[in-house]
């Protein structure tokens, strides 16, 4: 199975209606599908991981030396092995990691939810956080959102009991053996689905820092202490750390899930979740990672933002400023490996797709998977990390049957996606955009297109539309092939915890294409970047 790697990424930054200048950034930090968001600092430098579901490869690590300005530097799961994810259901696979650093090694404990084979959670470590990542250490516990934290000589191992209580005890990180047997050290502070745990000893305390109310629009943070790791812990009386859920008109919703960081002077910051809904009800884009500042109580309680809401524009970290190169918007695919931030539906198939077989090219070879089903069709997609952008690709394909097709689309889950594609009608090739909402056919609109040469695909959005063109490989002829809207894919309406990927795809639909579909290029431009 090949591996994905390779070096050109960056974190991209979505401005809001905030006004910044060179001394202030704004929320989020990073944009599309980026939940769950786990942070550790090494000397001058923070690596960061979110979770990842049924994509692959699995746990992207970030890296960033002033907190605002990211990186993509590798995956911490980028084989089959280490990241089954074969079976695992829309919204499956990898569920909310946490990373931390101890004694030279970074360490990953995560859960995968879901997938045939091995599944549950599993360690994974490295000494260098672009990988390679050690193959798993598998728990032989079933809990999600466990976490890791390294104290006093010891791994502490804390997660949910999935009966609204915590359990912590410590273990061996090499053989995921336990030393100390978990027992219940805490409860949930009253909000619904106590999870999201982290582990921190500041001071004289321990602290359990937790999300509640789900990953809705009630979420939010929690935490207590005690002075014993085991207890009794005694909440705060500034709860929540963190959370918009009072704050209705707020452009920031569902904020949680947060992790702490402490920089080099000293100052603490959080990283955490949250969403942008349209008109307060529908996002599509996914949950993303948002940063906040931290204060302290005299009485040593710590509170994010201001009075525990995560607020648009902040004052920059006392760090230099550590912007990376851009990544070009448009990917010739002229690499012998993939860029970082492509990514696959579950574990893919090897002969499903090429770099090699045409140079310069990505080749995708529609399988008799489609779309529909809960498995690996031919498929290469990225986050849509931007409200207003436009995605395009170059398409050389001549299918031979109306079964085949290739092309683009826009995927919010197996049963509710738009697709670009190109196919044969009555004999003729034609462009065809489809609705499938809800696991049917919504609409079907057909354009006429050349018999013969590539075309091109494009799909431009606004925060509330999607709307989709056809041209000629030349770029002329352009025309509309029709619109659609996105909140028909937004998580309040089709459920779920992942946001839009915009992908090349090809599939047989039953049977494997006759000709490959060759993609020469694929632009995205992000239009929120100023």
Not at 469 to 497: C, H, M, Q, R, W
Request: net charge negative; glycine share 10%; aromatic share 12%.
């Amino acid at each position: 199975m090949k591996k994905l790697l390779g070096l050109m990424a960056s974190a991209l930054l979505l401005t809001c209606s905030c006004s910044t200048s060179r001394e202030t950034y704004t929320n989020p930090i990073l944009t599309g599908m980026n939940p769950d968001p786990s942070i550790c600092r090494v000397g001058d430098d923070f690596y960061l991981v979110t979770s990842t579901f049924e994509y692959f490869p699995g746990l992207p690590i970030y890296h960033s030396c002033d907190l605002v300005n990211w990186r993509l530097i590798g995956h911490a799961l980028s084989t089959p092995e280490n990241n089954p994810l074969k079976g695992a259901g829309t919204s499956g696979g990898q569920y909310a990691p946490t990373l931390r650093y101890n004694d030279g090694t970074f360490y990953i404990i995560g859960t995968n939810y879901g997938g045939e084979g091995s599944h549950g959670i599993s360690i994974v470590s490295a000494k260098d956080p672009a990988g390679p990542w050690s193959e798993p250490v598998w728990l032989d516990q079933w809990w999600v959102d466990p976490s890791l934290d390294f104290y006093d000589g010891k791994a502490y191992y804390l997660s949910p009991d999935n009966a609204g209580g915590f359990l912590l005890g410590t273990i061996d990180v090499t053989t995921g053996k336990e030393i100390e047997p978990r027992r219940k050290v805490a409860s949930g502070l009253g909000g619904a689905s106590p999870e999201g745990p982290h582990f921190y000893k500041i001071n004289d305390y321990y602290y359990i820092m937790s999300a509640e109310g789900g990953t809705g629009y009630e979420h939010r943070e929690v935490i207590q202490r005690s002075k014993s790791p085991y207890g009794p812990y005694v909440p705060s009386p500034v709860n929540p750390v963190l959370s918009n859920m009072n704050v209705p008109d707020h452009p920031f919703q569902a904020i949680g899930h947060a992790d702490l960081v402490q920089l080099q002077d000293g100052s603490w910051w959080a990283v955490c979740l949250g969403i942008r809904p349209r008109d307060g009800k529908y996002q599509h884009i996914g949950r993303e990672t948002f940063l906040a500042p931290v204060t302290w109580t005299e009485d040593g309680w710590p509170r994010v933002g201001e009075d525990g809401v995560v607020a648009c524009e902040y004052e920059r970290p006392d760090l230099p400023l550590h912007p990376w190169p851009q990544d070009p918007a448009r990917d010739d695919f002229d690499s012998e490996k993939l860029n970082l931030n492509w990514n696959f539906l579950r574990n893919p198939y090897d002969k499903d797709w090429s770099l090699s077989e045409r140079p310069g090219y990505l080749r995708l070879n529609g399988s008799a998977l489609s779309l529909k089903q809960n498995d690996s069709p031919a498929f290469v997609g990225r986050r849509q990390t931007a409200l207003n952008m436009e995605a395009s690709a170059k398409l050389d394909f001549i299918p031979v049957a109306e079964n085949e097709e290739a092309g683009i689309m826009i995927r919010g889950n197996d049963e509710n996606h738009y697709d670009l594609l190109v196919t044969m009608r009555e004999g003729e090739r034609v462009a065809m955009l489809r609705k499938y909402l809800k696991g049917a056919d919504a609409e079907v609109v057909y354009a006429e297109l050349p018999q013969t040469g590539d075309v091109i695909l494009s799909i431009a959005s606004t925060p509330d539309e999607y709307e989709f063109y056809v041209s000629n490989g030349d770029g002329s002829s352009k025309k509309p092939v029709g619109k659609a809207e996105t909140k028909n894919l937004a998580n309040e309406v089709i459920s779920g915890f992942t946001g839009v990927y915009v992908a090349m795809y090809a599939s047989g639909n039953g049977a494997d294409n006759t000709n490959p579909a060759d993609f020469d290029w694929f632009e995205f431009i992000d239009k929120d970047r100023k």
